[in-house]
């Protein structure tokens, strides 16, 4: 018999990617989306059934997630950087977390792997860092990684009730099915409109062998564990002179200063108030993206789960061969 997941955050970006991993794998998947979601990709895979619901509706979870089954792949997660989207923020990514946890207690699912970040340890004081650091991420004023880290908190409680689950912390993740995260950055200076490149560093992960590295976790994955997932070292002002080499595009040779950053954050800040959206340079995209080297360590995730890492050239140029072939960018 074929085995089941349950896979929420399917229409995304990296849930894509694990959906098909599964799919390829013989999975018969459940994946939960809400009515507004595009769901035409996960259309594309015979071994997917749709099932409409959210997160935050502890219901449609007790409906959706099969008896007895598999693997609970829970991707689904608000990634906004910008205070006004807090309450909303919170409430999807610690409440929902809660919920999928109690959902997959009851229905008795054999498995949960929970999609986190590196960006639950916050503020770290170590470069690079592993799993055995200290995190920090509970005391951020950031909400972004404060709730991914209370949401990690959420599972962790569900491993003391006698859930089997582990959680994936992935770096900055780049591939193909990306729209609205680094493929912003490739639409940007393909079309010669970046205004400027942050001056930090980070850890990059191709999304491919982050999603394998989730189906893994089912059967390697030891409970109650965390996984940092990246393998590439590299400052944003080296991707950005990838992204350019592969667009034809001007190289950008300097980056912007970290105290122009966080004014702009600022200024941009003070008129969210009165447009009531999010500005393209938030304080918490300025303070992310200009703090000192943040970088990690994935040999846990090599050695446990068979974990890859892969050029960034590659991962680039696979995210970018994909929003050509989709016309989300123009011809280089």
């Not at 770096?171 to 970046?194: F, P, Q, S």
């Amino acid at each position: 018999m074929p085995r089941t997941a349950f896979v929420t955050g399917g229409t995304g970006f990296l849930g894509r990617h694990v959906v098909e991993q599964l799919a390829a794998g013989g999975w018969q998947i459940v994946a939960l989306h809400r009515p507004t979601s595009d769901v035409r990709g996960l259309k594309t895979y015979a071994a997917v059934r749709l099932a409409e619901g959210a997160i935050t509706d502890p219901e449609s979870l007790a409906r959706a997630i099969p008896e007895g089954c598999d693997a609970v792949f829970h991707i689904a997660a608000n990634t906004n950087l910008w205070s006004g989207g807090n309450a909303e923020q919170t409430r999807d990514n610690v409440d929902g977390t809660r919920n999928v946890v109690e959902a997959a207690i009851a229905r008795g699912a054999k498995k949960l792997v929970h999609t986190s970040t590196q960006g639950s340890w916050g503020e770290v004081h170590e470069s690079p860092f592993d799993e055995k650091t200290p995190q920090h991420g509970g005391e951020s004023w950031i909400n972004y990684e404060r709730s991914k880290y209370l949401a990690e908190v959420e599972v962790l409680k569900g491993v003391e009730r006698g859930l089997h689950a582990c959680i994936m912390c992935p770096g900055h993740i780049v591939g193909r099915y990306d729209t609205h995260n680094w493929a912003r950055v490739i639409k940007l200076v393909a079309t010669e409109k970046l205004p400027g490149v942050p001056p930090g560093q980070g850890t990059w992960a191709a999304a491919g062998e982050v999603a394998r590295a989730h189906v893994a976790a089912v059967e390697k994955g030891r409970d109650g564990e965390r996984y940092l997932l990246g393998g590439v070292d590299a400052s944003y002002l080296e991707v950005v002179q990838i992204v350019a080499r592969l667009t034809g595009k001007k190289s950008p040779q300097r980056t912007t200063p970290g105290w122009v950053l966080r004014v702009l954050g600022r200024v941009s800040q003070w008129g969210s108030y009165f447009t009531k959206k999010a500005p393209t340079v938030t304080p918490e995209i300025a303070a992310s993206t200009a703090r000192p080297p943040f970088l990690f360590k994935s040999d846990k995730a090599i050695r446990e789960l068979g974990y890859r890492a892969v050029p960034l050239e590659v991962m680039l140029g696979d995210a970018y061969e994909w929003l050509k072939s989709e016309k989300l960018i123009p011809p280089g």
